[in-house]
């Protein structure tokens, strides 16, 4: 899992506003750059053809206590003898400690952070958020 997950890495880019959150694999893969749920959609689709369980994971990265904290994407997938584990091929790193997970599901669609239905002309919508992490002792 460390080297495909380090393949998609070198394989694709990461640069934002190249695709949207309906943007499948094949685009991805066609224009070979995205942001971090591209990567871990691809991840999720060659572990998913290797016949490997792997499921879409959404949080945060901690950056430290003075940065900021980053909305993220990774990928679990279960591994024989070790249950569920985490890779994240934006980084590509294993996840640790400094990812927060908030949900869990097949896809992007699974752990939107908005979802609902807009009624009238509003047009556009904004979404913020505030995320308070700390250190715990050891």
């Known amino acids: 899992?460390?080297?495909?997950?380090?393949?998609?890495?070198r394989i694709l880019r990461h640069e934002k506003?190249?695709?949207?959150?309906?943007?499948?694999?094949?685009e991805v893969l066609a224009l070979k750059s995205g942001v971090c749920q591209d990567f871990a959609h691809v991840l999720i689709a060659a572990c998913r053809h290797l016949e490997i369980p792997a499921r879409y994971v959404s949080g945060y990265i901690y950056g430290g206590p003075s940065a900021g904290h980053?909305?993220?994407?990774?990928?679990e997938v279960w591994l024989q003898g070790q249950g569920w584990q985490g890779f994240d091929p934006t980084q590509p790193i294993r996840v640790g400690d400094r990812h927060v997970k908030v949900a869990v599901g097949r896809d992007y669609s699974d752990c939107a952070p908005t979802r609902g239905m807009s009624v009238g002309n509003r047009g556009r919508s904004t979404m913020e958020a505030e995320v308070k992490v700390r250190e715990a002792d050891a």
Request: proline letters at 0%.
């Open 1 to 9: 899992m460390a080297e495909l997950t380090e393949r998609i890495a």
């Open 70 to 75: 980053e909305s993220h994407a990774w990928v």
């Open 17 to 26: 506003a190249t695709t949207s959150v309906h943007s499948d694999v094949a």
